[in-house]
């Protein structure tokens, strides 16, 4: 895969990433945008000026009682150029809760981090978003810490439970199926792979996993599947704040990461009965992530 190829592929992964409303704002040209997918994804030659630039808000990872407070949200402006091996320009928009002194110090951090992980990963931009997610609480206290709030809930809860609901186009190959699994099991993460086309990948645990575990799939075990064709969307996350491991393992659904098919159809028995998934997902208080996966399909 070429340099190039792998800084494309890592803003594909973040757009799927950041679906939500108004997580992701592509700046480059839609147009353009797409023919840069397809040369790449053809091996063709691409200008060294090209540049793709996109904005990305995300929500904080808060480390006390959300219930006290509006979420906090930042947004990050990134340009990435395809054709010359340097890093990505990385900038912090300004908030309306974020004062200017907060904003120096935020950005001196962010821009220094970048540095940092340029150098030593192969998905720099998306592990400094979630170091942002993270890591800004603890550096830009909120305003309402002063408002009356548990103290046990405010020291106690630190370890956050996620489940994220991924939808895929298609996913056929048995070995692309079996690393989804390994990988998960050595992330500590629980849920469930169903094959076949459409396809759904569910992953929950601890949520500082879930990002490094999708870049691997995406980077190691995809790392042979053109660009265009490694489309996966985060369509619904659910996430709860809880005060140790064990509350943590206790949100959990799924005791392993497995595979599972239901009344397998089709001309190459590559369809999965949505009815039935349905009806396996009801069966475990999960019904409602069926209208998210498949909206035009629910009752």
């Known amino acids: 895969?070429?340099?190039?190829?792998?800084?494309?592929?890592?803003?594909?992964?973040?757009?799927?990433?950041?679906?939500?409303?108004?997580?992701?704002?592509?700046?480059?040209?839609?147009?353009?945008?797409?023919?840069?997918?397809?040369?790449?994804?053809?091996?063709?030659?691409?200008?060294?000026?090209?540049?793709?630039?996109?904005?990305?808000?995300?929500?904080?990872?808060?480390?006390?009682?959300?219930?006290?407070?509006?979420?906090?949200r930042l947004s990050v402006n990134v340009s990435v150029s395809l054709g010359r091996p340097e890093m990505p320009q990385i900038?912090?928009?300004?908030?309306?809760?974020?004062?200017?002194?907060?904003?120096?110090?935020?950005?001196?951090?962010?821009?220094?981090?970048?540095?940092?992980?340029?150098?030593?990963s192969e998905t720099p931009i998306l592990e400094t978003l979630e170091w942002l997610r993270s890591t800004a609480p603890s550096l830009i206290p909120s305003q309402v810490d002063n408002a009356p709030h548990s103290i046990e809930s405010s020291v106690n809860a630190t370890h956050?439970?996620?489940?994220?609901?991924?939808?895929?186009?298609?996913?056929?190959?048995?070995?692309?199926?079996?690393?989804?699994?390994?990988?998960?099991?050595?992330?500590?993460?629980?849920?469930?792979?169903?094959?076949?086309?459409?396809?759904?990948?569910?992953?929950?645990?601890?949520?500082?996993?879930?990002?490094?575990?999708?870049?691997d799939i995406r980077t190691k075990s995809w790392a042979d599947i053109p660009a265009g064709h490694k489309k996966m969307t985060v369509v619904h996350r659910e996430v709860k704040d809880c005060a140790n491991p064990e509350e943590l393992n206790a949100c959990r659904r799924f005791t392993d990461m497995t595979e599972v098919s239901f009344d397998v159809h089709g001309h190459r028995s590559n369809h999965n009965s949505l009815e039935k998934l349905e009806e396996w997902l009801v069966g475990l208080g999960l019904g409602d992530a069926f209208g998210h996966l498949f909206p035009e399909l629910r009752k």
């Not at 594909?12 to 040209?29: H, K, P, Q, V, Y």
């Not at 900038?91 to 030593?120: D, P, R, Y």
């Not at 459409?198 to 949520?207: F, K, Q």
């Open 160 to 215: 956050t439970f996620a489940r994220e609901w991924i939808f895929l186009p298609q996913l056929y190959m048995k070995a692309k199926r079996q690393d989804m699994i390994s990988f998960a099991r050595a992330y500590s993460l629980t849920g469930f792979v169903c094959p076949g086309k459409p396809a759904v990948l569910t992953v929950e645990g601890p949520i500082e996993n879930i990002a490094p575990y999708l870049v």
């Open 91 to 120: 900038s912090l928009a300004s908030a309306a809760w974020l004062t200017k002194e907060g904003h120096q110090k935020l950005s001196t951090a962010l821009i220094a981090h970048a540095n940092t992980t340029w150098c030593n």
């Open 1 to 72: 895969m070429s340099t190039a190829q792998q800084k494309l592929g890592e803003v594909e992964l973040i757009r799927c990433m950041f679906c939500g409303d108004g997580e992701f704002e592509l700046r480059t040209d839609g147009q353009r945008y797409h023919s840069l997918q397809t040369k790449l994804a053809d091996d063709r030659e691409i200008s060294v000026d090209e540049i793709v630039s996109f904005a990305v808000t995300v929500e904080l990872i808060e480390d006390h009682d959300t219930t006290v407070m509006e979420p906090r």
